[in-house]
């Protein structure tokens, strides 16, 4: 028991007498700090804080060397020591050394740039513009790397900066002072911008441009001229692929950005639908109304409530409906036919045609004509025929030769007359006519389809009096 109570004794001895020791060492480093003999005890703080644990006292060391930095950068500062002031200002890592840090820096730039080194002078500036954001250098320091930027052909640089500028300084006597050489290389912007243009990458020329047309410059008018006209090409790209609704977005966008292009565009989208309504009539000319109508609909994507839009519509309706009941008479008309009822067929094709005019049902009226005629008379009607041919030409031709054959041999010439036999086959018929002369004699003959009223000729001499 003793021998513990010994132990525990000598512990705690060791603990406090370490504890003794580290608090000397503070303390020698505290004193000197007081007595402003910032070099040693920047050492001895050094020295506390690489081997203390006690939490109150790091933290009192780590802000009293920092001062003790600070204190020294002071003291080069006001030597105008700019490059000492600025690395013992920057171990100082405070705020209130950042207050002049930024002075340094800047004075360092400066420098360089008297000694026409403005690499390094960018390497100064840049410091400031990254880790000293609140400093009242920045406009100027922006200022002076949009000429050195500029001087050096780097002209997305000084572009960079003078976006930064602006955005951030618009009032600041330096972003109104660099305005004229922005101006001058504005220009040359818009030709790189431009340069997407041309190789069909409209939306990174438009996202360019709409950038450069945020600043003040005697340029901007141009600068939306050609983002119109870029949205007016993307708008012709949407159009190739009929996505209207891109179409509608982009040409209203090229008005946005111009507005003298108001009436070109009026006229562009007027003419877009024109040609959607064109496409509408074909499927309308082959009875697709409910697809004619779908087309004609997005007439609407262009022009809300075009009126001319909705007349055709309507009209299409009025067809659908129309050719739904022509379709009706034109079955019934079609049993008729079947049952040999060329009456009744012909009546309820005709009440189709006057609802809806096609070219199937229209041929179908004549041949119910032709049927009824030959019914009621299949021999007058195929004579009928062959002599209104051509306007007669059949009958003219046929009497010029008995013409003929009469000068040669006056009453010696006989013709047996108009005559029509029926021929093999339904509704055909043949229809004759004889020349006979002492020396020569013609007969003519053809075949005629009463339905159809087509004619055939029977011999050479009948084909070649067909012919004008």
Known sequence: MKMKIILVTLILFIVVSSHGWANSKFNIAHQLYMKSNYVMAIKHFDDFIETSKNGAFLTQAEL????????????????????????LFFLSNSEIADLKLD?????????????????????????????????????????NRIQIYIKMGNKLSAFNDYHFLWENYPDNSYTIEIQPLIDDLMPSYIDEALTFRDSLEYNISIDLLSKLSQYPSVFQDDIFVHISDLYLLKAEEALVIKEYEFVKKYLDLAVDNDKLKKEIVSKKLDDICSKIFQEGDKLVSSFQFDEAIGIYNKCFILIP?????????????DKKQKYKSALEHEDQA???????????AYTHYNKSYKLFQTARVKEKIYIMSNLLQAEKDPKAFAEKIIKDYKKGIIPAGVEARESSLIAQYSDQVDTSGWKVYYAIGEFKYEVRFDLLSPAENYYYAWRVNLKTRDITSLNKISEDVMKR
């Open 305 to 317: 409530e075009y009126q001319i839009c909705t007349n055709i519509i309507n009209e299409t309706n």
């Open 103 to 143: 002075d340094c820096y800047f004075q360092l730039a400066q420098q360089q740039l008297l000694q026409n080194v403005p690499s390094s002078a960018l390497e100064y500036y840049q410091k400031v513009v990254s880790y000293l954001k609140d400093s009242e250098h920045i406009p100027e320091i922006l200022f």
């Open 64 to 87: 009293e060397r920092s001062d003790c930095y600070y204190q020294l950068g002071s003291q080069a500062y006001l030597k105008e020591n700019w490059l000492l002031a600025s690395r």
């Open 334 to 344: 079609i049993q008729f036919e079947k049952n040999k009822e060329y009456a009744l």
